[in-house]
């Protein structure tokens, strides 16, 4: 039988709400065309991986020795984990060692290891709202209390409000830049007033709470912009991070833990991160991937036709009266639902399903009477799919 809290979740809106509209999309696609349906409801990148990884693909695979596919210690190949050392180190301004790094199974994965490390019943991680979906159940998971702090109106981080909510409970704050849903980057400025206020909260009750950095879409980022790094101004940060959407590779799960060396006891919280690894049933990260990305990590890889499509959907929208907060990164956008619309942001996603346009509803992200579209879609499915909005617009107009 199963438990009353999972048949309570799986019946709700919530997470399960984006990827629901993705297999509905698949029906609808067969029933209509491909062509017809406009499909913005996964950040599922359409961008090929770079060449360097289709490389180290084949020269992978290419690799017949004797126990090539064997177990591994559990937190990874060291030469992967050296890699990963590096990329950290390069991105925070800070050396970061091998040994303070953990290979998982993608950023969910990842997130999964550091709330069972770091959470006991009751704690709590703040997280500035909007944010994405799924990180309420990855605290719920070892019975903590996710606290969902608004942003401001432009969804910057609102730090007054966060140190508010900062208590003796608060185990971490987990910070997703660029920001999925809204694609914004939190500025140096707000990063060092939130560091100042985790240090004086540290300082005043004796628990230093983590700083998290979700970070799998930090290479994607537009006009100039750059994620600030965090580890030079605050000790007990930790970056988790994966490969599945700077080298498009969502369905390969391979991702890492990051600690900062100058954290308290960083060797603990490593051999921690590795026994949540092993026990929630991972055991290791893929070997086939951790050597593919140890040898590719670093491809370059040109991001510009996302912020192409990014100003094309921004054209179809403002064209049809649909309001949006302009993302500096990642490939999503933010939208609001019509003042006019007599409905949440759940039947404004019916509405738009009904003219064959697919969108996430935005209480799931923790914003009302907002929505998301995900761009890394066709230019084709962006253009066509002005007449799925307008449809929606125009029947909403004569309501």
Not at 33 to 40: A, C, E, L, Y
Request: with cysteine.
């Amino acid at each position: 039988m199963i438990a009353a809290h999972i048949k309570e979740i799986i019946s709700s809106k919530g997470a399960s709400v984006i990827r629901k509209m993705f297999e509905e999309g698949i029906v609808l696609k067969q029933k209509y065309g491909d062509d017809n349906v406009f499909d913005f409801s996964l950040g599922n990148p359409d961008l090929d991986p770079p060449q360097k990884v289709v490389d180290a693909i084949k020269e992978v695979a290419a690799d017949e020795s004797h126990g090539c596919h064997g177990y591994m210690p559990n937190a990874g190949y060291k030469d992967c984990r050296e890699a990963m050392a590096k990329k950290v180190s390069l991105e925070q301004g800070v050396p970061v060692e091998w040994k303070n790094t953990v290979i998982t199974v993608g950023a969910a994965s990842a997130l999964n290891c550091v709330f069972k490390a770091i959470l006991s019943a009751k704690d709590q991680v703040i997280v500035p709202s909007p944010f994405f979906a799924e990180y309420r159940h990855y605290v719920h998971n070892y019975s903590g209390e996710l606290i969902e702090v608004p942003t401001k109106s432009d969804y910057s981080l609102d730090v007054d409000a966060i140190a508010a909510a900062l208590n003796e409970k608060t185990a971490a704050v987990l910070l997703n830049s660029p920001n999925n849903p809204t694609g914004k980057i939190y500025s140096m400025e707000d990063i060092s007033r939130l560091t100042d206020a985790l240090k004086a909260h540290g300082k005043k009750c004796g628990r230093k709470p983590y700083l998290i950095l979700d970070e799998p879409y930090r290479a994607i980022v537009y006009d100039g912009k750059e994620v600030p790094p965090v580890f030079p101004s605050y000790d007990e940060s930790v970056v988790v991070s994966s490969f599945a959407k700077n080298l498009s590779l969502p369905g390969e799960r391979i991702g890492y833990i990051a600690i900062n060396p100058a954290a308290d006891n960083p060797d603990e919280f490593i051999a921690a991160c590795t026994f949540a690894l092993r026990t929630l049933g991972c055991v290791n990260a893929p070997a086939f991937f951790q050597k593919v990305v140890a040898k590719s990590w670093d491809a370059k890889v040109d991001f510009s036709s996302y912020k192409k499509r990014r100003d094309l959907l921004t054209g179809v929208l403002d064209r049809v009266g649909i309001k949006y907060g302009i993302p500096e990164g990642a490939f999503y956008l933010f939208c609001e639902v019509p003042e006019n619309f007599d409905g949440d942001d759940g039947d404004f996603c019916e509405l738009l399903k009904k003219h064959l346009v697919l969108a996430a509803p935005g209480a799931g992200f923790g914003k009302k009477n907002c929505f998301r579209l995900a761009y890394c879609v066709s230019e084709k499915t962006i253009i066509n799919s002005e007449k799925g909005f307008a449809a929606a617009m125009d029947e909403l107009r004569a309501l």
